[in-house]
């Protein structure tokens, strides 16, 4: 058998034509780092949204845990109020002409410890709501029973049975009242009427 001798011209021209099939044209390579570095930074402006996002929304939650962490504890001290106020009713004004001395101190402790308790309270963002001769109002009052009075606008509050209170925006307890009926409509009738009519 005779060999063929090799020849080296033959193999010099059929290396790069396999390294030409073998290495991707450049383009192709810029083409696949510019997608990569698209992704990439798709991924990242979406990580930086996010990472905004929770910074704004746990700043959201301090401020409310701040504002209204209290609600619990605020809502026990309202039978406190409610009891003092009470006592106070249940003695009157003309209980208060007619005790001695030591009653009249009585009353008016009892009266100065309610006033300090409020103040107490609206330190800490608690207002009491007096709606008597509002308009009724079903975000901050809770209507217990309605009582015929033509001398008031229908759906006025016209008795206040428990005082309601707010703690920031928000409602803490609302007020339980009594509302007017049969008296003429309220201001809310009115421009509704005027909106039906034709010109």
Do not use: C
């Not at 109002?137 to 206040?160: C, K, R, Y």
Request: glycine share 6%; aromatic share 4%.
């Amino acid at each position: 058998m005779t060999e063929k001798p090799d020849n080296p011209a033959n193999e010099t021209t059929q290396a790069p034509a396999d390294a030409a099939q073998a290495a991707p044209a450049p383009t192709d390579e810029v083409a696949a780092l510019t997608k990569a570095n698209a992704e990439l930074k798709d991924q990242f402006l979406r990580t930086l949204a996010d990472m905004e996002n929770l910074r704004r929304r746990t700043e959201r939650e301090v401020a409310d845990a701040r504002a209204y962490g209290i609600a619990s504890f605020a809502r026990d001290l309202l039978a406190v109020a409610d009891n003092i106020q009470r006592a106070l009713e249940a003695t009157g004004a003309d209980w208060k002409a007619r005790a001695d001395a030591a009653g009249q101190a009585l009353f008016d402790g009892v009266e100065l410890t309610e006033r300090e308790l409020l103040k107490a309270l609206e330190k800490h963002g608690i207002k009491k709501l007096d709606p008597a001769g509002q308009k009724f109002d079903p975000n901050l009052h809770q209507a217990m029973f309605e009582i015929d009075d033509a001398s008031v606008p229908a759906g006025t509050v016209v008795q206040v049975l428990q005082s309601g209170f707010t703690i920031g925006e928000r409602i803490l307890r609302p007020a339980m009242v009594a509302v007017s009926k049969g008296g003429p409509k309220g201001e809310k009738a009115a421009p509704a009427e005027k909106a039906s009519q034709p010109n």
